[in-house]
């Protein structure tokens, strides 16, 4: 994983304090267990989007993950099939001029998603996966010509780390729509393209998952906060800069994965048996 970011919460307890079970970012006997953990955790991450209501656009929404094993394909939704049962059979490998390839499911995908995500992938070795949907914060927000503004904590995780897109030509089915975005993402994890979303990349797919649910729900808390600054007539008060600059640095790629972690216990114990927790030839990676 070029330039991963490890890193986990600073120790309690002092020379008392007992080991205890960390999460990490697991280790692989093969590429090919890699691969198979990209799609489980893949699947499970369109599951929790569906479930949160990103999968209510028809076909609209798209999560991609570079594959292991051939790092120039990456592993798509199909088009037009429910968020809600995914399963990492179900998802379709790609390749870099957009051809569905066998290994996996040979069914049709969306074609913005092909043109937006491959634009991504290709520019950016570091992304290992991509998330975009459409929800309606981001669809408002997107109008307004704004970045997010460091209000609370969590809003400081995007702190000089995320884009606008001001260009917008319709439905992307153009290459340069993803030559567009790709340039307005530039090295940052989130990017907001104007008049149509927000989009977020990872170093794992639980970590682009989990920032794309984290940057709609900042976005949703800075617009309810500037509709009640508005009608009182005051400004939000900002996190000063050192701090919001603290606060994004201590947001590693390791954190960031950790904080899926709960919502992919829920998709997989709420799967019926579709989905597990682990793949053989995933091995604990332990300090």
Not at 58 to 75: E, I, L
Not at 229 to 255: L, P, W
């Amino acid at each position: 994983m070029p330039g991963f970011r490890f890193g986990v919460y600073p120790v309690v307890g002092g020379d008392q304090a007992k080991p205890v079970h960390k999460i990490r970012v697991p280790r692989f006997e093969s590429l090919e267990a890699e691969r198979a953990h990209r799609k489980l955790h893949q699947a499970a991450a369109l599951r929790w989007l569906g479930l949160n209501g990103y999968n209510n656009e028809g076909a609209g929404g798209h999560v991609t993950v570079r594959d292991p094993v051939m790092p120039d394909h990456f592993w798509i939704n199909p088009h037009g099939k429910s968020f809600s049962h995914m399963r990492p059979d179900d998802l379709c490998l790609v390749d870099e001029e957009g051809v569905v390839k066998e290994g996996g499911n040979m069914h049709s995908i969306n074609p913005a998603g092909y043109v937006i995500h491959s634009a991504i992938h290709k520019a950016r070795p570091d992304v290992i996966a991509a998330v975009h949907c459409h929800s309606v914060p981001s669809k408002a927000f997107s109008s307004l010509g704004i970045k997010l503004d460091p209000i609370n904590q969590d809003a400081c995780r995007f702190h000089n780390d995320h884009s606008i897109c001001f260009h917008h030509g319709g439905i992307a089915f153009k290459k340069d729509e993803g030559t567009q975005i790709v340039k307005a993402l530039g090295p940052h994890k989130a990017v907001i393209l104007g008049n149509h979303g927000h989009l977020t990349v990872g170093k794992t797919v639980d970590a682009a998952t989990f920032l794309f649910g984290a940057f709609d729900r900042c976005i949703q808390a800075q617009m309810l906060a500037d509709t009640v600054a508005a009608a009182r007539g005051i400004q939000t008060v900002k996190v000063a800069e050192e701090a919001a600059d603290y606060s994004r640095k201590n947001y590693t790629d390791e954190m960031t994965y950790i904080m899926f972690q709960s919502a992919f216990e829920d998709v997989v114990k709420s799967s019926n048996g579709d989905l597990s927790f682990s793949v053989p030839g995933e091995l604990p990676r332990e300090g």
